[in-house]
């Protein structure tokens, strides 16, 4: 896949380089939205997720701040290209409830070959509790039944994510 034009981002220019000038002196919440929409951008259909870290600002940037949680699915096909990303489930200020059924069916319908999870923390913590490993291992089961790899689980807290991958337990 060709690499693709950089991202126009309000209120800077951008050269051949890739390399971003702020057109004016900006306030903290400007250039954190630029920054949102740069992460977006990787993060669209089509792209390849090449970053964990990339994937993990954005999700971070994205969900931190809500006051309730929600369960989000990315979806990606065989080369790890973004098919898309969703929403799929809705929940209160301390839980949503999952179904693998519906994220099976989902995975199924976009034809994904793989998925990364995420869900936020409203309390701000990052620490995996005993239902979000619990039912990160029924999903991997599920999908892992129908040859859906299960690449990633991200806790997103007030400060950062906690992913299941790099604590060993994807």
Known sequence: MKSALPAKIPNFV????????????????????????????QHRTG???????????????????????VFICLFLDNQHHVITHEELFRGTIDGAAVYPREVAKRALQLNAAAVIFAHNHPS?????????????????????????????HFIIGKTGAYSFAEHGLI
């Open 14 to 41: 951008c050269n051949e380089k890739g390399r971003y000038c702020a057109k004016k002196p900006l306030t903290e919440a400007q250039i954190i939205k630029a920054a949102q929409a740069l992460l977006t951008n």
């Open 47 to 69: 792209r390849a997720l090449t970053s964990p870290d990339a994937t993990r600002c954005w999700l971070t940037l994205s969900y931190r701040d809500l006051e309730h949680e």
């Open 124 to 152: 701000g913590t990052t620490e995996p509790s005993s239902a979000d490993r619990s039912i990160t291992e029924k999903l991997k089961a599920a999908l892992n039944l129908l040859d859906i790899r299960t690449l990633d």
